[in-house]
């Protein structure tokens, strides 16, 4: 292969520009995601591209974090490049070695964007991906670690937008195409959000919190979040109404040829009239009308049993028939074995102390 060379991108539109054109790229490796976390919980951003022949051919946004004289080191979603390429793969993989050594590193982080199979594990559907299962070898033969902290979902369910309109509603389960003609029957409409919206989006998320008991952080860390994309074109929410009454609503995150359904929300009203049923319909529709090919209901079960805490989801998300997808996970490089496993034992403090300062 012809020597691959380091490349600076100071600005949003080179970084984001040329992220959008490699395989595997994701939302949480763009400029707005690395400054968000910069803002809310500390995580300082540095940004690594690598070119071939003038064309960029890798790229990793990687977060550093210190604990004590030491770092954590982060690459969320990351790196990008064409895992197909052994070669290319390896040398992306040295250069992020030699860059937690440099920063001593406890640990450095990376959960690729990467397939390492689709379907139920040891069911008909279970089919092995061969670039994830080679990736897999790749990091086991150089002794990195499967991550105890899983910091993304693992799994989750996609849905190819290639397909027409008539064919996914066609693919759907019986249930799901009823409840979307009862959402329609009775009168739920979709529309567009704006800024604007923001608060109503939060007092929603807040309900949802409430009702389905898990927690959430203060307005200002959404408020931050949902700007910031949505100011860069990254993110669109869409709010489900009875009566002109907000009673659902989703934020989609969106790029390059993805779009996430990142954010659920819905008040305790007309639910009767199942808006969340039309709600997913229209932000399967409004991805596939904007040019995304790949549509991502962001999360599925860790274990495919019904005591899963995302097994109810799992099961609504499912109706729309789209294909799990088990991502490679994980995985974290650790120069400092004993240092790594002391971290590990007081993961759980850390951990705590970490969601106290953010």
Partial sequence: MSALQSVTLTTRESWNTALSLLPYA???QTWEWGEFKHATTGWQPHRLAWSQAGRIVAMASIGVRSIGPFKVIYAPKGPALAYEDADLAAFVLDQLQTFAHKHRAIWLKIDPDVIAATGIPAESDDSANPTGQALIAALKHRGW???????QF???????????EDELLAA????????????????ITIREGTIADLALLYDLYQTTGQRDDFLIRPLSYYQDAWRRFIDAGL??????????????????????????????????????????????????????ANGYACYDFWGAPDEF?????????????????????RHVGAWDFVPNPALY?????????????LKRRS
């Fill in 172 to 187: 759907m389960g019986q249930s799901t195409r009823r409840k979307i003609r009862i959402a329609e029957r009775d009168g």
């Fill in 145 to 151: 670690h499967y991550s105890a902290d899983q910091v």
């Fill in 235 to 288: 993110a669109m929410p869409l709010i489900a109404e009875s009566s002109g009454k907000a009673v659902a609503a989703v934020i989609l995150f969106h790029f390059g040829r993805k779009c996430w359904y990142f954010y659920g929300m819905s008040s305790n009203d007309a639910r009767e009239k199942q808006p969340n049923y039309l709600l997913q319909w229209s932000a399967i529709r409004w991805a596939k």
């Fill in 341 to 353: 496993a002391a971290y590990t034992r007081a993961l759980p403090r850390i951990l705590a102390l």
């Fill in 154 to 164: 693992r799994n989750t369910v996609t849905l190819n937008l290639t397909q027409s």
């Fill in 305 to 325: 049993v019904e005591s899963d805490k995302l097994w109810g989801v799992y099961q609504f998300k499912r109706g729309f028939h789209g294909e799990v997808t």
């Fill in 26 to 28: 994701h939302i949480l």
